[in-house]
């Protein structure tokens, strides 16, 4: 019930492609759903956010999608670029469980 | 930089040691989170802080414990150190006690226990 599961667990997109990252979860008390990106031997960084009031949202070249319905939430980067490549984790948290549930990442890469 | 401060950056030590992690959290954040990534893993939760006290536990062991002070500084304690303790520990801060402001990592501390 608390699993956030995310995949695919590794991804290869050319240049200028579009690199799609999958989330499922289970607990309908999940109201908070943020994507993170990390660099190697960096913390990860807030990319977007999304709360279940709305389908979609954007920032940029960044997209979540998400389907409340289906319990699932997918991350899209348009036009990838070389310097996107990281790993991405997906998570879910009930805002006042002060706690984040997290997916187990995914690793991008983007070839030139 | 993002504002949280963890030192040292890098850690090597024997089994069996005992080493303190340290955090500072952004100014003006009052949650202080930690976080063990071991190679190629995901973030697993150990503990959360908030403006000194304990609110959660995740799967942190026995042999850790954590800290949050009046100055709102945070340090991790690993003993009895095994060679599967080697991990990055990261530790992250919110302004408040809920995760819905969004965490801010710092740059980890990579342990290697030798």
């Known amino acids: 019930q608390q699993q956030v599961k995310q995949s695919p667990q590794s991804l290869i997109v050319q240049k200028g492609g579009i690199s799609i990252i999958n989330c499922a979860y289970e607990?309908?008390?999940?109201?908070?759903f943020p994507w993170y990106q990390q660099f190697p031997g960096k913390g990860p960084a807030l990319l977007i956010a999304?709360?279940?009031d709305v389908s979609e949202k954007k920032e940029g070249r960044f997209t979540i999608s998400f389907n409340k319905s289906a319990k699932q939430f997918s991350l899209h980067i348009m036009d990838s670029q070389p310097g996107d490549s990281a790993t991405y984790f997906c998570?879910?948290?009930?805002?006042?469980?002060?706690?984040?549930?997290w997916g187990a990442g995914t690793k991008l890469i983007i070839k030139p | 930089d993002s504002g949280v401060t963890q030192t040292p950056k890098h850690l090597i030590t024997a089994t069996g040691q005992r080493v303190t992690l340290r955090c500072s959290p952004r100014?003006?954040?009052?949650?202080v989170y930690w976080y063990q990534q071991s190679l190629d893993q995901g973030l697993q939760f150990l503990i959360h802080?908030?403006?000194?006290?304990?609110?959660a536990k995740g799967n942190i062991l026995e042999r850790f414990s954590a800290q949050q002070f009046p100055d709102l500084h945070s340090e991790l304690n690993l003993s009895s150190l095994e060679l599967g303790d080697s991990a990055l520990y990261f530790c992250?801060?919110?302004?408040?006690?809920?995760?819905?402001?969004?965490?801010?990592f710092g740059s980890g501390t990579r342990l290697t226990v030798v």
């Open positions: 992250a801060s919110s302004v408040g006690g809920a995760v819905g402001y969004g965490y801010t």
């Open positions: 100014s003006g954040d009052l949650s």
């Open positions: 802080y908030y403006n000194g006290e304990e609110r």
């Open positions: 607990n309908t008390a999940f109201d908070y």
């Open positions: 999304i709360r279940p």
């Open positions: 998570a879910a948290s009930i805002d006042s469980n002060y706690q984040l549930i």
